[in-house]
């Protein structure tokens, strides 16, 4: 790929010589000769007088502040970071491995029942239930299992020693990364005198067109009826998604969150890591969390930015904390 390969990809503008040679992708940080970098935050742009790169992804509107080494050449972009995420999908598809007769590794386990499309490749050790649908063109890594009935989407992405239960089902382009779990039961007990009673998890997941989930995410499949994502879900590692939570279109949630039962959280929210979310309520359309807060209640107004536990509206979180800050201060003071 040259200069003008990516300029003509990306509808980019550029500043520098042209037609030169790109071998890889690299931080800007450590970018050198025949790589290309990004520069997205403002508080790298010091590294942008230092890089050898041969190409550098900057806005439009920044304005140089210093001379850049002579070798680097500007390509122009509206947002540069989506311009690199879009240039690195464009790579990732091109750079895998379609040989057909490598799509099926000897050691799978595929049922007789199973429906599966042309180009889909499955790993070792992967087993396929009955009744399974894959789309064309999807990937099962290494020791996945795909449960009876499940139903794949076109293009999605499964990483190794995934699982996807019974009944559950992706859309199209999803990714699993390693060790995500679609389907496990949710926790359902009813309290007896003799102990708890375990209460069948007889519903499912459903996963809209372009979610990923992370790294030891799971996902419980729904007492009755489903436990939904919308499309364009992005969820980060290690999160629990209890049973009958369903999450908004295009709704992002970082690591380590625990959303309990029947919650509804709404469309393109932002929730950061570490957060706990009760369960029986629900969170409005465009609600930004704020990492390890507590939200205990529905949250009914759209487009706030929450914070604390029990989570309140950020400006009133702060204004507390200031002022119990300034009366420890002030207590102390009077101590000594």
Request: glycine content about 14%.
């Given at each position: ?73 500007l390509i122009r972009v509206d947002d540069p970071y989506a311009a690199m995420a879009k240039l690195m999908q464009a790579f990732s598809k091109n750079s895998g491995d379609r ?25 070792a050790l992967s087993h396929i239930g009955s009744g399974a649908v894959i789309d064309k063109n999807s990937t099962i890594e290494a020791g996945v299992i795909v449960g009876q ?188």
């Open positions: 790929m040259s200069i003008d390969d990516v300029v003509a990809l990306l509808d980019g503008r550029i500043e520098g010589a042209s037609g030169v040679a790109l071998t890889g992708f690299a931080s800007i940080e450590d970018a050198g000769l025949g790589e290309l970098t990004f520069l997205a935050n403002p508080a790298y742009e010091a590294q942008l007088y230092k890089t050898t790169a041969s190409a550098v992804l900057v806005s439009e509107s920044l304005k140089l502040s210093a001379p850049i080494n002579s070798g680097t050449t040989d057909p007769e490598l799509l099926v590794d000897p050691t799978a386990v595929i049922h007789r029942g199973a429906k599966i499309g042309a180009g889909v490749k499955i790993g009935q499940a139903k794949l989407g076109e293009g999605c992405q499964i990483g190794p020693r995934s699982i996807i239960g019974r009944d559950c089902i992706l859309g199209n382009g999803c990714i699993l990364q390693a060790g995500a779990i679609v389907g496990a039961d949710g926790f359902g007990f009813a309290p007896t005198d003799s102990g708890y009673e375990k209460i069948p998890q007889l519903g499912n997941v459903i996963l809209g067109d372009d979610c990923e989930v992370g790294a030891g995410t799971t996902i419980d499949r729904a007492t009755l009826g489903s436990t939904v994502l919308g499309r364009g879900v992005k969820l980060d590692n290690l999160i629990q998604v209890a049973h009958n939570v369903r999450i908004g279109d295009h709704t992002v949630i970082a690591a380590q969150t625990g959303i309990a039962g029947s919650t509804t959280i709404g469309e393109r929210c932002m929730i950061g890591g570490q957060v706990g979310i009760n369960g029986h309520i629900h969170i409005a359309d465009g609600s930004k969390i704020a990492a390890k807060s507590g939200i205990t209640a529905s949250v009914i107004k759209p487009n706030q930015t929450l914070q604390g536990n029990p989570a309140r509206p950020i400006k009133e979180h702060q204004r507390t904390q200031l002022a119990l800050r300034n009366i420890i201060r002030n207590f102390e003071t009077k101590q000594d």
